[in-house]
């Protein structure tokens, strides 16, 4: 089948979405089934926030034919050196054909898509909880409170330790990690609870952060109430469009007038801890 | 320079590409200048509120994908209000998409939506009709002439009439389009299709079912397309898995005056302008100085009508 010519792949610098053409540079695994992917990408569709992704095209091979995009939210960004970061699970058809791509081949990527985190004028402490490939999405919160001077704790939750791969990364900009793991057993709820809770008491948390799992969900929604915190979680949901055109991606809302579906591509992927519902 | 304008009967577009109904928003502006675009096609609206169809809503298979999203709908009030109003700034005509689960409701709707500003009504009558047994309005001739003919008296705006794949009377349904007013057939919505994951057994849509797109129907589309502009003097507009440059131009040459793209947009969000670059190189290439000369220009001769109308394989 011909392909389109990829004339139209210059960015347009006065439209915010860019499909692109970027380029692998490295592409490591870093764990079993877990792969960092670095891509050269031009400056203009790097103004990204975090909590941000990009509607990834995975690579048609011999092998697999993965039609659709696949949502990836951005693991690092920087605009000045023209670098965009994924770090993902090989889980399906998509992700395999990607983790096929080596170094110089091409990689289509359309982007900086939804509502990232926000961080409020006033929180100075902010706390992060993930777990697994989940704390790839929290990462450039990570850059984005160094940027603004606020200070970041990650509870970085894991199988074991090799499974803790963000750990340095986190640690490289700046934020302060706690560790918890299933071989260790430090990573049931309640031991959580202690934790974040403990966190609180010593007055390190205007702001929670988490993504993913139902588990945390319940969590963070219980101590942010109980405590009076905010927060906010990313959430994930099959896409088609990625752009809010094809109403695939909703998931049910608390709101004021009841539930409301919202799209996870355009409301989202960060929702108001509060108001997402469990899954 | 190549003469990209396409006349749908009588309008004419500055070129023949436009989204097809569901797969655009004007989100869209955020990729690029909508206005490149030959017209703009807004997701169905129905006169009430609707949420749609439980998750998930949509799945890939080889060569193309389902969906089942179920028209979600803000309803008629807020499209007259916010969404109606939002498109003015655009120069490329707007045809509004409309559908309803009866006839009375259908050409209630249409009169509504026929304001100033829209340019045609694309009439999706693909969807279930409950006053009859829930089969889909373009499912049979009788069905279609019914609410074709209270469409037409309810608007004087050109008329489109959306048909489905899901029948056995393609050329009977189109030409019971025509007698009753269309002035335009948009071949076709999707076609009802399943896909079952082979390890939870479960299957992949949350509504069980869903429609496909995506170039694997591209075929049966084109197939449908060519049938309908050889039965019919009004102009078709052809859709169904166009993702280049050289699916425009078989629609083009099948018989369609223009054409819809969509789940291209969803693979290739810049699809639409890439793909309007692509057919002026080609026709550059080819020799071809205007969309016009394209149209219809299948060397089909030889072919004997039974053979061209044929609704079963041989």
């Known amino acids: ?79 000045a050196r023209g670098r965009l970061s994924f770090l993902y699970k090989v889980t399906g058809e998509g992700t395999r054909a990607l983790a096929r791509l080596a170094p110089g081949a091409g990689l289509n990527v359309t982007g900086p898509l939804g509502r990232g985190f926000t961080i409020p004028e006033e929180a100075r402490g902010l706390l992060a909880v993930a777990r697994g490939v989940g704390l790839a999405t929290l990462a450039p919160l990570a850059q984005e409170a160094r940027r603004l001077g606020r200070e970041l704790t990650a509870i970085c939750s894991a199988r074991s330790p090799e499974h803790l791969m963000s750990i340095e990364h986190f640690e490289a900009l700046g934020a302060r990690v706690i560790q918890v793991t299933d071989s260790a057993g430090t990573s049931a709820p309640e031991h959580l609870r202690g934790l974040i809770e403990a966190e609180i008491a010593e007055g390190r948390v205007d702001m929670l952060y988490t993504c993913g799992s139902n588990r945390l969900l319940k969590l963070c929604q219980e101590i942010g109430a109980k405590a009076g915190i905010p ?36 409301e989202g992927p ?7 519902l469990e899954w | 320079m ?3 304008t396409a006349r749908v009967g009588a309008l004419t577009l500055k070129n023949p590409i436009m989204p097809a109904s569901g797969t655009f928003s004007r989100e869209m502006a955020e990729v690029f ?35 089942s999203i179920g028209i979600p709908s803000k309803g008629l009030g807020a499209f007259l209000a916010s969404e109606l109003p939002a498109y003015a700034g655009h120069r490329a005509p707007l045809v509004v998409s409309i559908s309803a689960p009866s006839v009375e409701g259908f050409a209630a709707l249409c009169e ?35 609410v074709l003919e209270a469409l037409r008296g309810a608007t004087d705006l050109p008329l489109w009439a959306k048909l489905t794949p899901n029948t056995g009377e393609t050329v009977e349904v189109a030409q019971a389009a025509e007698a009753a007013g269309a002035d335009g057939l948009v071949v076709a919505n999707t076609m009802l299709s399943m896909s079952i994951d082979p390890r939870s057994r479960k299957p992949k849509l949350g509504n069980l079912m869903g429609g496909l797109s995506g170039p694997s129907f591209k075929p049966i589309a084109l197939r449908m397309t060519y049938q309908c502009a050889r039965s019919v003097e009004i102009p078709v507009i052809g859709c169904g898995g166009i993702s280049t440059a050289e699916d425009v131009v078989e629609y083009l040459i099948a ?23 692509d057919l002026a190189a080609f026709m550059r290439t080819e020799g071809i100085a205007s969309v016009a000369e394209l149209v219809g220009s299948i060397r089909d001769d030889a072919t004997a009508e039974a053979v061209r109308f044929m609704e079963t394989a041989p």
């Open chain 1, 1 to 79: 089948m011909a392909l389109l010519s990829p004339a139209r792949l210059d960015p347009a610098p006065t439209r915010p979405i860019k499909e692109i053409l970027a380029t692998v540079l490295t592409h490591e695994t870093v764990a079993e089934d877990y792969r960092l992917l670095e891509l050269s990408a031009p400056a203009e569709a790097l103004d990204c926030a975090p909590g941000q992704f990009f509607h990834i095209l995975c690579p048609v091979d011999g092998e697999s034919q993965p039609f659709l995009r696949r949502p990836m939210s951005i693991y690092g960004y920087d605009k």
């Open chain 1, 231 to 266: 927060g906010e979680i990313a959430l994930e949901q099959q896409m088609a469009c990625g752009i809010g055109m094809c109403q695939c991606c909703v998931r049910p809302f608390r709101k004021p007038g009841g539930v409301e579906q919202l799209r996870v591509c355009r």
């Open chain 1, 270 to 276: 960060v929702f108001d801890i509060q108001e997402a």
């Open chain 2, 2 to 4: 190549v003469d990209l």
């Open chain 2, 33 to 67: 200048d909508l206005d490149a675009l030959g017209a703009l096609v807004t997701k169905t609206i129905t006169a009430e509120i609707r949420g749609g169809n439980p998750t998930p809503r949509v799945c890939e298979v080889e060569g193309g994908m389902l969906n």
């Open chain 2, 112 to 146: 509504k939506v026929s304001q100033p500003g829209v340019a045609a009504i694309e009439a999706n009558i693909s969807c279930p009709n409950i006053e009859e047994d829930g089969k889909a309005f373009a499912m049979r001739p009788e069905t279609t002439r019914r």
């Open chain 2, 255 to 277: 018989g369609a005056s223009a054409v819809q793209v969509g789940t291209a947009s969803f693979i290739n969000p810049t699809a639409m302008p890439r793909l309007l670059d």
